[in-house]
């Protein structure tokens, strides 16, 4: 088994990819936000059975390096025997997965903000990542993160460049041209379009062509494990038991509720929409299933302001098309779901947060711990679990041709 440890683990969805092939071995996780630990560390116990998953999934803060390395003992955190019990109880680890949060180099983020993400400490949490990998020495590492992160210069400093030179600092390469790096998770079984740059770094050594490894990685490795067809979002949700909107005078006089089926699947329930909302998701999924198509950018802009009474400079709406993959299912969830509304006219709606979860490839039996709104932001940020499995099989294929373990799928 290949030993790994996930670093900003979020709800787990990276690490569950990796334990779906049977290849890995959890050593331990760091995630400081609670609702994610909680529920990774469900899951651990519910699917792999790791019945130690409460101290081995660590809630803290990676900042803290020298607490997070030798233990803590902390009032918001808890109690910790810390990284190097776990790792050193191994004797040590092969491979460290994960990837800091990627607000801060976000190209949507950087639009946003008024200063462009330059003061926001998340630009430099992968030196956190950074130590990990020194003071662990694994063979490999892999750093997800968006390709916003090839063009983010906070402060003017270019931080593709600094990531590269700051693992090469302690005897890691990566490739040396990113753009390589950027795959699409709907090539790996995910019914999504979403861009994802995925950093591999190997060992410098004697007589190893590192540059040479690493490119064979990614034009040949990787992309064996695409798959052949393209999954669309009514194949990922178009199974799930319709939701459809009444309306009660009698308790509801102010607003629709809706039907909500009996069903096993967990998570399957809408967020309250208001009557103007649910009128506006009907005419645009309506505008699609038509084939009218009348709603460009602008029309949904002036559509927008009619409805809302104010205008707004970015895209407001979006239904997602049956027939096609799902456009980038994004943490902003968690506020409301107008660029995630259902293609199904008659649900006039936003998706769940099983549906949302679908659409980013997590298992039907994968919970989330804490309250929607918990659920719909770590959905968003995670790594899709099928794109991680993917990832993890071609990662041993690397080990096999690196000679360092050779497993066998």
């Known amino acids: 088994m290949i030993k790994m440890i996930d670093l900003f683990a979020g709800c787990g969805g990276l690490t569950d990819g990796f334990l779906q092939t049977g290849l890995y071995k959890e050593i331990a996780s760091v995630e400081w936000l609670k609702p994610q630990v909680n529920t990774m560390r469900n899951r651990l116990k519910a699917k792999y059975g790791e019945t130690d998953a409460d101290e081995r999934v660590m809630n803290f803060d990676i900042q803290r390096e ?60 992968f030196e956190h990542y950074l130590s990990v990998v020194k003071r662990y020495q694994p063979k490999l590492f892999i750093f997800e993160n968006v390709p916003g992160i090839l063009s983010a210069t906070p402060n003017g400093v270019k931080i593709s460049a600094l990531i590269q030179s700051s693992f090469k600092s302690i005897g890691y390469e990566i490739i040396d041209d990113l753009r390589k790096a950027k795959v699409n998770a709907n090539d790996y079984n995910v019914p999504q379009n979403r861009e994802r740059i995925v950093i591999v770094g190997i060992k410098q050594k004697k007589n190893r062509d590192c540059q040479k490894i690493l490119e064979d990685f990614y034009i040949s490795i990787l992309p064996k494990y695409k798959s052949n067809n393209h999954l669309t979002v009514k194949q990922a949700i178009g199974d799930l038991p319709k939701i459809t909107p009444y309306f009660d005078e009698e308790h509801h006089s102010k607003h629709e509720a809706y039907k909500v089926p009996k069903s096993n699947i967990s998570w399957h329930e809408p967020r309250y929409q208001n009557v103007r909302d649910m009128e506006t998701f009907r005419t645009l999924a309506e505008d699609i299933e038509t084939g009218r198509f009348e709603y460009d950018s602008k029309k949904i802009t002036e559509l927008y302001a009619e409805k809302v009474g104010s205008k707004s400079p970015i895209h407001r709406y979006h239904v997602l098309e049956a027939d096609k993959p799902s456009t980038t299912i994004i943490a902003h969830l968690y506020k409301d779901g107008n660029r995630f509304i259902h293609y199904d006219s008659k649900q006039a709606r936003s998706i769940t947060v099983r549906e949302a979860a679908r659409l980013q490839s997590f298992d039907d039996d994968f919970d989330f711990i804490g309250s929607r709104g918990n659920a719909y932001q770590m959905i968003g940020n995670a790594v899709p679990p099928q794109l991680a499995k993917n990832i993890a099989k071609a990662i041993n294929d690397l080990y096999k041709q690196l000679g360092e373990i050779h497993v066998s799928l």
Not at 77 to 105: H, R, T
């Open 66 to 125: 020298d607490e997070l390395f030798n233990g803590w003992n902390d009032e918001e955190f808890g109690e910790s025997k810390g990284l190097d019990y776990f790792v050193n109880a191994e004797n040590g680890i092969d491979i460290i997965i994960g990837g800091p949060p990627c607000q801060a180099y976000s190209v949507a983020g950087r639009v946003r903000d008024e200063n462009g993400m330059n003061d926001d400490y998340r630009n430099f949490l």
